[in-house]
């Protein structure tokens, strides 16, 4: 399972490449390879559709390199996103994140 703490930190290797209300496209930094968190797998990024209310869908492609999600915007407002990928209000995020989380539980 990943953590708050850890979509951060993953965060940091995206960049946006198309964001509309309800969806976001990230291409994500062939350097993420070189991140040293626990051996997170692609099945985990997926999962978290399972594991956070309020994603919907999430959609890797590994041959472009992007990360597709699809998500509800009444829940995870458009600036959240853009303040993630930026790394800003990263503890209203994570806050969030662990909510969001336990109710799944």
Do not use: C
Request: a neutral charge; charged letters at 20%; aromatic letters at 6%.
């Amino acid at each position: 399972m990943v953590n708050p703490q850890q979509l951060i930190e993953f965060s940091s290797y995206f960049s946006i490449i198309h964001h509309i209300k309800g969806r976001i496209r990230v291409r994500v930094s062939p350097k993420i390879k070189e991140l040293n968190t626990q051996n997170i797998s692609i099945n985990d990024i997926k999962n978290l559709t399972q594991t956070i209310r309020g994603i919907k869908h999430i959609k890797v492609n590994k041959i472009v390199g992007s990360v597709t999600i699809e998500y509800d915007a009444e829940i995870f407002p458009d600036h959240l996103w853009v303040d993630l990928i930026q790394q800003n209000n990263l503890e209203e995020i994570a806050t969030l994140i662990n909510q969001l989380s336990k109710e799944m539980n």
